[in-house]
Structures are given as C-alpha cells and as structure tokens.
C-alpha cells in the first residue's frame, strides 16, 4: 500500500449458531436438507404465525460476550429491519439496532510485526438469516427458504483494523474464540462463519474517516485479505487520480480478484427499523449470566500461554497447536499418553499429521491415527526401538490402516538394531569396501563419515541406531 495512505476498516462477522433449531421457530437448522423441507410456516412468514425466541441462541450471545469482557445488556429489544429481497419471504429481517444483546468487548490479536493489538468490538447482536437464492436452474432463480430463521450472531467491530492482514487475522481469532465456546462450527463451505468488510483510507496522520464501501460476504479468510487489498489500493488510485470514493456496497470476484458493485450502500434509516411488535424485550437477570460464566472453558490465548509454560512448548507452535480446540484437545492426548517430550508430540502433530490430514481433505476429528495410536508410536521412538526415519515409515502404514505401531514393527522386522557387536561387524565391512573414502577422511575430510553413516543405514535397511553406527564408524576410522 502508497506509504502516503492509511486503510481504515472493520468487519461485520456473521456467525451461525449451533443451535439445533431456528431462533423463532421449531425448524430445524441442519445443513445438507433437500430445498426448502427445512422452512416452518414461521420462517415463511404465513399471516398469523407468532415467532417465539429461542433461548439457547441467548445463551450463546451472552456466552460470546463474556468471553470478550463485553457489557451483556439486562434489556435488549429485537427490531425488524425491512427491506424487499426475494429469499426473505417476510420483507422483513428480525435483529437488532439500537439496544443489542452484546456491547463493547475487546480482542487482542497479533498485528504485522507479531505484537498484541487490541481490537474493539462495538457490538455483537442476535438476527436470524434469509433463505438462498440458487442460480444456475436454465432460466431461472430457484428460491431454497431451508436457512431462513437460522440464528445468527453478527459480530461487529470498531473501524480499528489497519491492514488486509489485520483483518484476516481478526478474522480468525474469533473464528478460533466460537469454537472454543462451541456456540458455532465455523464452517465457511457451509456458510456457518462469514463477513461484510467495510473499508476507507485517508492520508496518513488525517483522524477524519474517508468515504467506505462495504463488501459483501466474503466466506474464507484468503478471500478477505485479497478483497481488501484490491480494494484499498482501487481506493487509492481513485483519490490519487482526483475522483471521489462512491459508498456503496461490493461484491468480490475471486476468480479474477476485483471487487465490483452491487448497489449504493444503504444507511441504517433505509431499513426503516422498529421494535417487532410480536416479541417482548429481551430481559437477562444476573443468575442467567452467572450460570453461563460458570461454562465458559479455557481460552484461546489462555491455552496458548499454558503450552508454552506448562509444555515447554515454542510460541509459534503452541499458537498453532491452539488455534483449533479439536487440534488442541489431541496435543494434550497424546502428550499426556507418551514418554516422548511435549515438543516432539507437536512437532509430529503440526508436521507429519497435519501433512495427512491437508492431503486426504480431512479434519483432526477424523485423524486415522488416534492419541493412543500415536503416543505408541512416539514411545516406540523415545525408547529407541526403532529409528527416527522408521518411525516414518510405520506412521504411514498405520495411516494406511496396516495396524498398530508395535504391530507395524514386529509384522515387518523393523526394531532399531542397536547392538554394538551386530553393528559393528557392518561398520567394519562397509569401512573395508571403500578404502579411498576412508582413507581421505583420515587425511582429514569430516564430511565423508556422513558417507559412511548412509552406507550403513543401507545395509541395515534404515535400522540401524544412529548415534551408535556415528560412535562405531569414528572408532573404526581412526577417532576423527
């Protein structure tokens, strides 16, 4: 980005919640129904049908706005918000406006240089979500009502983001903080976790806000770094060049990597907000947030400093290590289960099983190798039982399905070979076939005894102990 410039951004997160019916009606809210076998006749806003608020969505918003240090509002008033759009039968939207569910929290996430940033959010409120429009169908637009009167808990922070990356990684801090509460899945294929970015830039040291736009929902984290990219730099030729920054609101085009309009961005007075006449004012007593406080678990960033304490763990691994709490929750089973350090456990999770599961499309929850399973493996290693290269190997068989660690090794004759008087009978043969090599590392070239070390493992078939053929090839070589 021009030095002479400064972005100004916030985003608008729309997370659904893992309620397992709708906000205002029995309906359920699983994905993956056939079209519209999922919408109830409150959801379709049939004359004479009364929405009744579901109280676990509730839970789940004050759930959220404790776990951000938040103001959880003792009264909060559910409004409609209107607007003509063909997936939202009523013509209305049930959210909130003036008086939300959630007010002035704070996020610290990491900022470009890698140090603590505190980002406020304004606002978090409760809305159900409008149907989907599905193109595509020859000449038509089929209208599937199956995710209208889904819950949704719109996630709404200060103009404090700096950077396409400042937001990304905002993004997925709360993305990671959801589904430590488990209030969502954060699924971005499902349209579980999405966000509208708003966005403006101004000349540096300038406090006034520029003109922004708006772009609409953008579903993964990539797609919102490069949204914002293109955008703030389309913002900046436009200044530069003397034109004026239109409001409105954006699509992004991923396969080409532009923004491009939708329609001139409404302000708050065009939805022509009111209290809905069909619901009471939300009323949360102090018991009700003190039995949710009583089930906030672990955070994130609370974690985080755990491993690195408690586990010895590096910060950038137990960053990664915490940023999922199904990644998390297996680190500390298979750590707790091994005699191998914590850091070698995260390691073989963030490399070797992480690399298996991004190549089979799979989340940790469906790791073919279980806690247990790999604890076996690592005590198998730390024992010295078998090779640190062996280990590899037995990993990808028991990926494959060919059993258990220590069946993997009895069945294929892998144990480490580790007695000095079996190894050393190799050493000294390998040593007498290649009397130039031996002779040159005794003129003084070190680096051959790597030479050495790799003709012994080839004759041991990657057996052999190797700190102990290293130990045997320097006593055969001379002391080296």
């Known amino acids: ?6 972005a100004v951004i916030g985003l608008e997160i729309h997370t659904q919640l893992a309620t397992v019916s709708k906000i205002f009606s029995g309906a359920p809210t699983a994905y993956g129904a056939a079209p519209n076998t999922q919408a109830s006749l409150i959801d ?8 009744v608020l579901n109280a676990e969505a509730v839970r789940m918003a004050v759930k959220f706005g404790l776990a951000i240090g938040a103001t959880i509002a003792r009264r909060s008033i559910l409004a409609r918000k209107n607007y003509f759009y063909p997936d939202l039968p009523k013509g209305y939207q049930i959210s909130q406006y003036e008086l939300p569910v959630v007010a002035d929290g704070t996020l610290v996430i990491q900022d470009a240089e890698g140090q603590d940033k505190t980002v406020r959010i304004t606002r978090a409120h409760l809305e159900e979500d409008a149907g989907k429009s599905v193109h595509g169908l020859g000449p038509f637009t089929g209208i599937d009502l199956n995710r209208a009167g889904t819950p949704l808990l719109e996630i709404v922070s200060a103009p404090d983001l700096r ?3 400042e937001a990304a990684a905002y993004m997925r801090s709360i993305h990671t903080l959801v589904r430590y509460l488990r209030i969502s899945d954060g699924n971005m294929q499902e349209g579980s976790f999405r966000c509208d970015a708003n966005v403006s830039v101004r000349p540096r040291g300038e406090s006034k806000l520029g003109t922004r736009t708006e772009i609409k929902n953008l579903n993964s984290f990539r797609f919102v770094e490069k949204a914002l990219e293109y955008e703030i730099e389309r913002q900046i030729d436009v200044l530069e060049g003397g034109g004026e920054v239109v ?4 699509l992004f085009d991923a396969d080409r990597g532009v923004t491009r309009p939708m329609r001139s961005k409404e302000e708050a007075n065009d939805y ?7 619901l009471l004012p939300l009323e949360i007593d102090e018991a009700f947030i003190e039995a949710v406080r009583q089930t906030l678990p672990e955070l994130p960033d609370a974690r985080r400093r755990r491993f690195v304490e408690a586990y010895d763990l590096r910060a950038e691994d137990a960053a990664i290590l ?9 680190f500390e089973a298979v750590a707790g289960a091994t005699k191998a350090a914590p850091r070698v456990a995260a390691n073989w999770i963030i490399g070797d099983l992480t690399a298996l599961l991004n190549r089979d499309g799979l989340e940790i929850e469906a790791s073919r190798i279980a806690p247990p399973a790999l604890a076996e493996l690592l005590d198998a290693l730390e024992s010295g039982t078998i090779s640190g290269k062996i280990a590899k190997d037995v990993f990808e068989a028991m990926w494959a399905g060919e059993g258990s660690a220590g069946e993997i090794i009895a069945a294929r004759g892998l144990r480490q070979i580790s007695d000095p008087e079996a190894l050393g009978a190799v050493v000294r043969d390998v040593v007498a076939a290649h009397p130039a090599q031996a002779a040159e590392y005794r003129a003084g070239k070190d ?3 790597g030479f050495f070390v790799g003709q012994v493992m080839k004759a041991t078939r990657g057996q052999a102990n190797p700190q102990e053929v290293n130990r045997l090839l320097k006593e ?3 002391g080296s």
């Open 247 to 250: 409001q409105q609101t954006l």
């Open 476 to 478: 055969a070589l001379g």
């Open 1 to 6: 980005m021009n030095g002479r410039w400064e």
């Open 272 to 278: 022509r907000y009111f209290p809905d006449p069909d």
């Open 44 to 51: 379709l806003g049939y004359p004479g049908v009364l929405p």
């Open 322 to 330: 915490a940023q999922n709490p199904a990644v998390a929750d297996y």
């Open 447 to 449: 680096k051959l005894l």
């Open 163 to 165: 950077s396409a990356a």
